[in-house]
């Protein structure tokens, strides 16, 4: 039998992500009970590998695997301590447990696999992916929004999607400025929501945080990514000119 | 890293690092493909790469695989150098 080729996500991987998606809109659309087996879906493939049933990774995948659960387990908690403590802010628009629940989910998946992609690829190549996969993935979203005109298709395809597929063309020949531009961008995008649409009521507490998890998170982590890259690619460099000299 | 027992405890002094030779064993053992030992030692070209680059430390298993693979002794491909001086203030620093 043909080995799964290793640049496409596990087989258990695709399944439980597939589940994930659909159990999420369930969830969200029919009865909020489907969101137990959405949990279920994403975390069986780690419980099956905890308990040895499931031999689809070699050890240095399993411990990025565990090393990014730990990451995603952390980031989690914190975030929930930040919605529970600051709970005043959003009780005068009574938000649904469901939405609260997608956000820490959303979270925790995005944080696990963003951490698994750093240390599992090399860093720019895994910033690339990174990048590319919110351009699809925000492509999507807006292509298939209810807009009923094309121009506000193409504005909101400017807005978002197409800096993040420049910004992943550019990682691979420009890695320190596309490092330093996600970085920025994702810092910039915090008091832009917080200052500008929070106070105007155009963004409701979900949807801000929403942005934030699928907008500012990535670009921090690619950011964040190449700048290590860079540095570490041009300590090398420089240390190996130094042996040269030697 | 080098382990130095003191009585029963286990301490890391930080004064060695792990030297990795195993590209080199790679192209003088007929051009062996990073593909195919990665085949040979029933893990991903991921992580072959990743020892190869320093950016994993493989387990003991894993190592004498390797070397067994090489018909080598373990130590003739992951050995320990040690950090001179001035290297590990620059490393600290870095």
Redesign the interface.
Known sequence: MK?WP?NLPKVATIISGSCFILFLALGLLVDRFFYAFAVLSVVMPDLLREFGWLTDM????L?ASKKASHHAYISTAVFSAIIIGNSGMWMSNPVSSGEIFTLLFVLLVVVKYSSYFIQ???KKKASFRILLFFAIFWSAFVLLGKHQYIRTILIALLAVPVPFFVLALLSIRFPVFTGIVSTAASILTVPFYLIYFYPRGLKSFVGLFGSFLLLSLPLAAAGISLLTYSMKNR?EVSGGKENEKV | MLYIYEGREMRMKGKYRLKVNLRKFRLEHGELTQEKLA?LA??????I???ERGR?K??IE?ALLIAKIFNSPVEDIFSLEEIEEGERKNEGM?
Request: avoid cysteine.
């Open positions: 080995a290793e070699d050890e240095f995948q411990e599992f690829w090399d300590r | 085949e029933g893990v991903t070209r991921q992580t790469i990743s020892i994993y493989p387990s894993l870095a």
